[in-house]
């Protein structure tokens, strides 16, 4: 063992001593592979297998129908909904599970489109982050085709100068999924207000990771996935905010029965329900919804909260941009994820020409992140179960996969 | 026991013995309730519960992020959609599983709408079933909205003489939720098309229990959910089915990332995929969908197929019909379902006032069917693993109740 890894490794034991979440780690299904993907899906909580087969074995094969009712199926979208308010810094009834990602941000920028047009007909153009997660982009291309408008893609920093009289709605994502970048979501929704335009927010690579504040700073419309820090499982439904205030303004493009004020009364005309269930479309999708059910019971632990994880996160992507910075030399990589606090979310992102190659050699070696073309490593970190030990290893394991590529 | 009771007892002993289906039963956890609510929520095959174990434990739990390419979650939505299509008469190709029927509802008719403006500009008016299950009609109120065209529900007898050279799309029931009526596909497919329009019909009433033939008869849009004669579980995903030589045309008003050409090179712009992938938007639900996949394999055993089925499902009805006239005195219910088995689905509807009522004391009573409002008793018959005994019971248990109340 070289000096140095001594010297990190020892560092790394040091703050896995202080860590008051490092107990947590217990409560996932983990093996010896030091997992920095936790931002595309997150490891399995050891107590949902359980929760699933009950709900497969006893409340769907035994009280099969029944189960609408007496097993909480029907409100399970808003039950499942303020479970997730808190960590998102939402009071309960505005935030309602379902659905993909890809589908809320239809209705949240198509309501937000309509909301602006009431309040000044000719809004007629909508924003969305140039550097957005692709789907986004596509979806907000739809929403503006369907709606009249014209959609205009600039960059985050850029927004404020971009925003006038023509804006209906902007779309943005809490933190780049590429590089990691955070982005000031109450400047930017201030400033949004201020132009008259709704804010709607894609919460997916900060929700779990970070306080999001929403109702703290006003946010019109938000969605999230719930698969990545939430560790709801492959595919699990996403969600959707909408702020208190602008419940009853909400007038969505895909008015499905479960939204009806009386889904049950089987009427020819439609009537919005009141509250965040007028957020759902179809009927909901009861085994993934409940395995996410179970899977937040890990943020009612003793000692977890939004605060404690960030605060672990910051310093779990620290501790990596340090010991990258010991064992790689100069040069061999450059970090595209900021290194101001304030700007970085609960990943980094290293540029590399040969990412693809060197990405592959790492999991091979036990070391998983993913790669994004068409030259980032992304490693994220969820503090709920990654360690320090474990961010010394991965940072290790690269300088060596680095020193034989390139 | 009555003369008449020992006859019907009889009947249904000798039925049970020559049915070929009749061990399929064992497929699935039943207990001593008649359960004729398939058509709302299908009983759980008895295998199923493990596969989704393995999906949870292992898939998940130990492979994680490498289950999307090893365990086939990515190609999920294709490759159960080419389970589903012998069932619907379809060959492969043409039908993904993903999103609820509502949203799938949207896209078909969106998706049609612009098909038929591209062939005749001035085309403005979507027709719907008039007694569509309420959901269809909702959304097809948004779609109309969102496309600039007119709404007008019809009854589906009276479509062709609605159609004209301002219809678009036409939305209808293969069979009638409420009162079972089975529409005729072939014909009203064909009168759609000598009208220039494009023909979505919803299955979720039909696929399952009978043939449906959308190849064969050329229908060009369709969906249908999976949780009640395909067994899918509560709210498993529905599926689209885009006819092969529609498919390069089809224009999705939800192009989410999954049906991109290519998703993962996370281009700013869209690009349609070819196929039936064109039809996803967002990040699969694989738990349910892989429930789902498990549960299909029913449709594998011996003997097991569409016709036999149908064959099994007019003699259960039929039975039933023959039982509750005998047991039930004249003109205490009335049958909303067509006699005529070229217009029979898999259920039976009967009319009496008090029939809120009578279906709970039913259920009660072992005998699990669903009340429809104001006044509908509904039955649903799943030939898979519903017996003729079971029909008899059912009838006996409803002369029953209704000689108690009313």
Chains 1, 2 share one sequence.
């Not at 993907?37 to 006893?58: E, F, I, K, W, Y």
């Not at 290293?350 to 070391?367: N, Q, S």
């Not at 690269?398 to 590529?405: F, G, K, N, V, W």
Request: with cysteine.
């Amino acid at each position: 063992m070289s000096e140095l890894s001594s010297e990190l490794k020892s560092a790394a034991e040091e703050l896995d001593a202080a860590d008051g979440l490092a107990e947590l780690r217990e409560r996932f299904v983990l093996d010896d592979v030091v997992y920095l993907d936790g931002n595309s899906l997150g490891a399995l909580p050891a107590h949902v297998p359980d929760r699933v087969t009950d709900v497969v074995r006893r409340q769907w094969g035994e009280l099969r129908i029944r189960s609408w009712e007496e097993s909480g199926w029907w409100t399970a979208p808003e039950r499942i909904g303020d479970r997730i308010a808190p960590l998102v810094g939402a009071a309960t009834g505005q935030i309602v599970v379902g659905d993909s990602t890809s589908v809320n941000v239809f209705k949240a920028l198509v309501a937000a489109v309509r909301m602006a047009r009431e309040d000044a007909p000719a809004r007629d153009e909508i924003i969305v982050d140039a550097a957005t997660f692709p789907t986004d982009g596509y979806i907000a291309e739809s929403a503006a085709r369907m709606t009249g408008c014209a959609l205009r893609p600039v960059a985050p920093a850029e927004v404020p100068s971009a925003l006038g009289d023509r804006t209906a709605a902007v779309l943005l994502n809490h933190v780049d999924y590429r590089t990691g970048r955070l982005h000031d979501l109450p400047a930017l929704t201030a400033a949004v207000h201020a132009a008259g335009a709704y804010a709607v927010w894609d919460l997916c690579h900060s929700a779990g990771a970070l306080p999001v504040g929403l109702d703290e700073h006003g946010v019109d419309l938000a969605v999230g996935c719930t698969y990545k820090y939430l560790n709801g499982g492959p595919g699990s439904p996403a969600y959707l905010y909408v702020r208190r205030e602008l419940q009853d303004r909400f007038d969505s493009p895909l008015p499905g029965w479960n939204s009806h004020a009386e889904p049950f009364g089987m009427r020819p005309g439609y009537e919005p329900a009141s509250g965040a269930r007028r957020g759902r479309v179809g009927t909901p999708d009861i085994l993934s919804l409940l395995a996410l059910e179970a899977a937040l019971d890990v943020w009612d632990e003793d000692g977890v909260s939004v605060a404690a994880v960030r605060a672990k996160s910051l310093a779990l992507t620290d501790f990596f941009l340090r010991c990258v910075g010991e064992y790689v030399p100069d040069g061999r990589v450059e970090s595209v994820t900021p290194a101001a606090h304030a700007e970085r979310g609960s990943q980094v992102a290293l540029r590399c020409d040969d990412a693809g190659e060197v990405m592959k050699r790492l999991i091979e070696r036990g070391v998983v992140g993913d790669f994004r073309a068409p030259d980032v490593l992304r490693f994220g970190f969820t503090p709920l179960y990654v360690g320090f030990a474990d961010v010394e290893r991965a940072a290790r394991v690269l300088a060596l996969t680095l020193a034989e590529t390139g």
